[in-house]
């Protein structure tokens, strides 16, 4: 049988009204921030405009879900460990080269040289994804290479915004007191400007420049970057490409979890 006119009308208020409701859930969650991690009912209704009858009721029912928590008196609420495990199935479930590809091949549009994305696992730089220019010309190091943090764009850029202790550690194992001294400085102009260069540290001839790509904590996991011949990267394009890659490092950054809006550079 057919349902009457008023019961659709019915069916389709009540619809409308869970997803009202649901969208207010979310409003409320997403209103919770690094610099202000709890607030009082006042402060949250301020954020998301609700009458507080309304407020409360989605309140307790985020919290039947143990996604919200309520402490202390005066009252205030913050996120609980709910909201934490939804992050864990989604960092569990993010694929580093599936998130970065569309970046990383885009660079390599952009700019028609060869674009690569690199991981950091102990203590050298990994390619795990590489677009190659399409000119005859052309540089490439190819999935799977791997290289000492300490040479190339792609490892500075990694190694400049690690962890200070394991940073100097690396630099240590390097004999020759100039060279250390000359990757120093490479380190400390990666920090000031967020990308790192070398060129023909790899391959002769050749011109490099790196991001770095930081996830859901802050911490440095690897760089992407570009590369190709001397002949047609000079230092004008070197200083436009870097603003590419330090773009691409901050997208695929916070497709990794990382706050937009903290400082990568």
């Known amino acids: 049988m057919a349902k009457k006119p008023k019961a659709e009308a019915q069916d389709a208020e009540q619809g409308a009204s869970g997803v009202r409701a649901v969208d207010?859930?979310?409003?409320i969650l997403q209103c919770f921030t690094p610099d202000q991690p709890a607030m009082s009912?006042?402060?949250?209704?301020?954020?998301?405009g609700l009458s507080r009858p309304t407020l409360y009721r989605l309140l307790q029912t985020l919290a039947q879900r143990d996604l919200i928590q309520a402490e202390g008196d005066p009252q205030r609420f913050r996120l609980s460990h709910g909201v934490m495990k939804l992050?864990?199935?989604w960092l569990k479930?993010?694929?580093?080269v599936a998130v970065a590809r569309p970046i990383v091949e885009g660079l390599r549009e952009a700019t028609g040289e060869t674009a690569a994305l690199f991981r950091e696992q102990d203590d050298r730089g990994i390619c795990i994804l590489e677009c190659e220019?399409?000119?005859v010309l052309s540089i490439s190091r190819g999935v799977g290479h791997s290289l000492s943090l300490i040479k190339g764009s792609t490892g500075k850029a990694m190694l400049a915004f690690?962890?200070?202790a394991r940073q100097a550690r690396l630099l240590s194992g390097i004999p020759d007191k100039a060279d250390r001294a000359r990757l120093e400085q490479a380190l400390s102009f990666a920090r000031r400007n967020g990308y790192a260069t070398s060129h023909s540290e790899i391959f002769a001839g050749s011109a490099a420049v790196s991001a770095p790509c930081f996830d859901h904590?802050?911490?440095?996991?690897g760089s992407v970057g570009l590369y190709g011949p001397t002949a047609r990267i000079d230092e004008q394009k070197l200083l436009d490409y870097s603003r590419l890659v330090r773009e691409a490092g901050r997208q695929i950054s916070i497709l990794l979890g990382y706050q937009d809006g903290a400082p990568i550079a």
């Open 93 to 96: 479930g993010l694929e580093i």
């Open 162 to 164: 690690m962890d200070p």
């Open 133 to 135: 220019s399409r000119h």
């Open 24 to 27: 207010r859930a979310i409003a």
């Open 87 to 89: 992050s864990h199935v």
């Open 41 to 48: 009912v006042i402060e949250i209704q301020k954020r998301v």
């Open 217 to 221: 904590r802050g911490n440095v996991v």
